[in-house]
C-alpha cells in the first residue's frame, strides 16, 4: 500500500498543480484589474476545490453517500466538455465512493469530453476520441499499480474488497460486482 499511496500523492500533486498555478498566476497579475484574470483565477480555486473535495470523499468516505453526485457534478463542471448522467442510488459511502473513483478514472479516458452515464452497477463512458489508460484497466482487474494514472483504480480495488466487490474494466464500462 506505500507504493499506492505514493502514485495516489503524485496524481493528486498533478491535478492541482495547474488549477493553483493558474491562481498563483492571476495573483502575480491582480492589480491589473482584468475581468478575464479575476475568471481565471475563479476557475482554477474552483477546480482545485472540487478537485480536493472529491478526492477526499474518495479515499476517505463519510458517513453519508448523499453529497457523492453533487461532489462529482462540481468536478466534472471543471473539465469541459463532459457531461453527467446519474441515475445511481449508493447504499453507503462506501459504495458511492467507488462510483465517484470509477467515474474519475472514466473521465481521464475522454481528455476531450464525453458522457458519463452512473448506474447502481458502475459507469459507462461515451464519446469521441475516449480511451481508458491500460495501466487503469489493469489495475481495476487487480494488477499492480505502477503508474499514477493507475493510483486511482488501485485504491478502488482497495476499498471495494472489503466490502466485498471486484472491479472489473470492460471496454468503456467500468463497473463492479459482488465477489463469487
Known amino acids: 500500500m506505500t507504493t499506492l499511496a505514493a502514485l495516489v500523492a503524485m496524481r493528486l500533486t498533478h491535478d492541482l498543480a495547474g488549477p493553483i498555478g493558474a491562481i ?3 495573483i502575480d497579475l491582480l492589480d491589473d484589474g482584468d475581468p478575464e484574470l479575476r475568471g481565471l483565477i475563479a476557475d482554477g480555486a474552483a477546480s ?6 472529491l478526492h477526499r470523499f474518495v479515499l476517505a468516505p463519510p458517513e453519508e453517500a448523499s453529497p457523492a453526485r453533487g461532489l462529482l457534478a462540481a468536478w466534472l463542471k471543471t473539465r469541459e466538455a463532459t457531461t453527467l448522467d446519474w441515475t445511481a442510488d449508493p447504499r453507503d459511502a462506501a459504495h458511492a465512493a467507488i462510483l465517484l473513483g470509477l467515474a474519475m478514472c472514466a473521465a481521464e479516458a475522454a481528455p476531450g469530453g464525453g458522457r458519463i452515464a452512473i448506474d447502481d452497477d ?11 489508460d491500460p495501466g487503469v484497466a489493469a489495475a481495476l482487474a487487480g494488477g ?3 503508474v499514477s494514472r493507475a ?6 480495488v482497495s476499498v471495494a474488497g472489503p466490502i466485498g466487490c471486484t472491479p472489473s474494466a470492460d471496454g468503456l464500462r467500468l463497473a463492479y460486482s459482488p465477489k463469487a
Open 144 to 146: 499492480e499499480v505502477t
Open 48 to 53: 482545485a476545490v472540487a478537485s480536493l473535495r
Open 122 to 132: 458502475g459507469v459507462t463512458l461515451s464519446g469521441a476520441k475516449v480511451r481508458l
Open 151 to 156: 493510483a486511482l483504480a488501485g485504491v478502488i
Open 24 to 26: 498563483s498566476t492571476g
